[in-house]
């Protein structure tokens, strides 16, 4: 396993956002987390990337515990969340973006932004083309589609060289298009590089598509972990979306 | 016209003095949305640190005092930060005006302990004793000193912060400190050098215009109002708006002069009310989100 919790949960006063969640994401899969809104997904992930620390539980990256860690250290060992540093700097072009995620951990913090960027540049195109935007790499970062910007996104988390990306909704918002593209590149991401992909989903569609492993989050807990096909059929999954009067689509006929 | 040439080197040197004690305070606000009170207080140090390092010489000790006096300054705020403005910020702006108020308070009082309510003064040093021939004019040598290190600050700054990955760094810490640290970034770290940084260009500002004030427990007080102006004005978290206001702020000082000298004091004030009547935000700066 890439990444392991145990009995990890969150509390915010009264209120247990994440209740003695038990995870374990193997190396190499896509690893899926559904469902109701307010189930606790975001707050899973916030504990997971350092942002929020556990009220109690473990996390293991590699066998390495770092719950509790700070979020820089956790991303330089290698649990990446795809991050919207286009916000920061909208006039950058696509390819000074990418540069500039390379080179945002350098220790040498007093070196020449431009002679950085011409060090890594080749690094910078070759991860264009891994999530198909070499065609505009001259374009201004933030005159792009929704769709070719959340590739960007994703361009940017790997600059970091993740051993485990992190995606939360990456489909959120996006037209059916651009839904098909962003999840054809998650697939393909980890097909081609064997990077493991956790998400968390809306559209179930993208989740019974590309997922190896799904866990549904109720109320802060997993009632379930399986296969597309366990979770699809287990019962307490579809009492869960029809109790939200939201059933689960595509169930198999 | 030889007037012309006094007031418009009395601006200058005015703005210089306004400046180095705003960049460092606009910085800090720009970089960790923190209003630090205590930014006076570092212009303080400064200027008292320089006075004991000097002692009564008036040779080339000046020189040397006022780097160290600059970098023990940069120190203390190093130590402020990891004390008392790591555990504030994002906390609502009443907290961090109380806190750092309250630092301001301490300082003050632990100056008084050490260096006394005596006024301290420290020598122009002695190449830049008397004044130069401008235009016919004689200004003070040492306002070439002050109006000098104003702009190297300002260059300095606006190269350090275009240029380099630190300020690459703290401009993407001013938008986005969540995607920052999601790249790999120790914010922790960075917001401990940008606050030692601000505190170091307090600490630099008191130091270079101690020669030309009274030393005393109490100009801390009368620097951060100053500051706030020119900071406000100028846009929070803006360089560059704290030098243009800097200017405007010490023109309008100059006009107060030469129009209504019993008024003269009220003129800057009015010139930042005028101004935020018209841009809340101040001239560089941006709408809250």
Do not use: C
């Amino acid at each position: 396993m890439i990444l392991s919790t145990r009995s990890l949960t969150k509390q915010f006063g009264s209120f247990t956002a994440v209740d003695d969640v038990d995870l374990d994401v193997a190396e190499g899969t896509i690893h899926s987390i559904i469902g109701p809104n307010g189930a606790g997904k975001t707050t899973l992930f916030r504990l997971l990337t350092g942002v929020h620390a556990p009220t109690a539980g473990r996390v293991t990256l590699e066998g390495a515990e770092i719950a509790g860690r700070k979020p820089h250290s956790i991303a330089r060992k290698g649990l990446v969340q795809s991050f919207q540093l286009t916000s920061v700097f909208p006039r950058l072009s696509v390819l000074e973006s990418v540069q500039a995620a390379i080179i945002a951990p350098t220790r040498r913090p007093l070196d020449l932004v431009t002679r950085y960027h011409r060090s890594v540049e080749g690094e910078a195109r070759a991860l264009l083309a891994r999530v198909g935007l070499e065609s505009v790499a001259g374009s201004q970062a933030n005159s792009l589609s929704h769709g070719d910007q959340r590739a960007l996104d994703i361009a940017l988390a790997l600059a970091t060289k993740p051993k485990l990306l992190l995606l939360d909704e990456p489909t959120a918002g996006m037209s059916p298009a651009e839904t098909q593209k962003t999840t054809q590149l998650v697939s393909e991401l980890n097909r081609t590089t064997g990077l493991t992909i956790l998400f968390s989903e809306h559209d179930m569609d993208v989740v019974w598509g590309i997922s190896h492993r799904v866990s549904v989050l109720h109320q802060g807990a997993v009632i379930a972990e399986g296969s597309v096909a366990e979770v699809q059929s287990n019962p307490e999954v579809m009492t869960v979306y029809l109790g939200e009067g939201e059933p689960l689509e595509k169930l198999p006929a | 016209m030889d007037t012309v040439v006094i007031e418009v080197s009395g601006t200058l040197s005015a703005a210089s003095s306004l400046f180095l004690a705003s960049a460092g305070l606009t910085l800090i606000f720009g970089a960790m949305r923190v209003i630090n009170l205590a930014h006076g207080s570092f212009y303080m140090f400064g200027a008292f640190l320089t006075t004991s390092l000097v002692g009564f010489a008036t040779g080339a000790r000046f020189w040397w005092a006022v780097p160290v006096a600059a970098l023990a300054v940069a120190l203390i705020g190093a130590g402020v930060e990891l004390g008392v403005i790591r555990h504030i910020y994002g906390k609502e702006h009443l907290t961090q005006l109380l806190a750092t108020y309250a630092l301001f308070l301490i300082f003050a009082d632990l100056a008084l302990r050490i260096w006394g309510a005596e006024s301290r003064a420290v020598p122009v040093p002695k190449s830049f004793f008397g004044s130069i021939e401008i235009a016919g004019e004689q200004i003070p040598k040492y306002n070439l000193v002050i109006v000098g290190t104003a702009i190297a600050v300002g260059v300095g700054l606006w190269l350090l912060l275009k240029l380099t990955t630190l300020g690459w760094r703290i401009r993407a810490a001013v938008d986005d400190p969540e995607s920052l640290e999601a790249s790999g970034v120790n914010l922790q770290l960075l917001f401990t050098v940008v606050f030692a940084l601000g505190a170091l260009l307090a600490g630099l500002g008191g130091a270079v215009i101690s020669p030309q004030i009274a030393v005393t427990p109490g100009i801390d007080g009368s620097i951060i109002v100053g500051a706030f102006i020119v900071t406000v004005v100028g846009g929070l978290g803006s360089i560059l708006g704290a030098a243009v206001a800097a200017l405007l702020i010490g023109a309008s000082e100059t006009a107060g002069t030469l129009a209504a000298p019993d008024w003269a004091s009220t003129f800057p004030y009015i010139a930042m009310i005028a101004i935020l009547a018209v841009r809340p935000w101040g001239l560089f700066g941006q709408p809250e989100r």
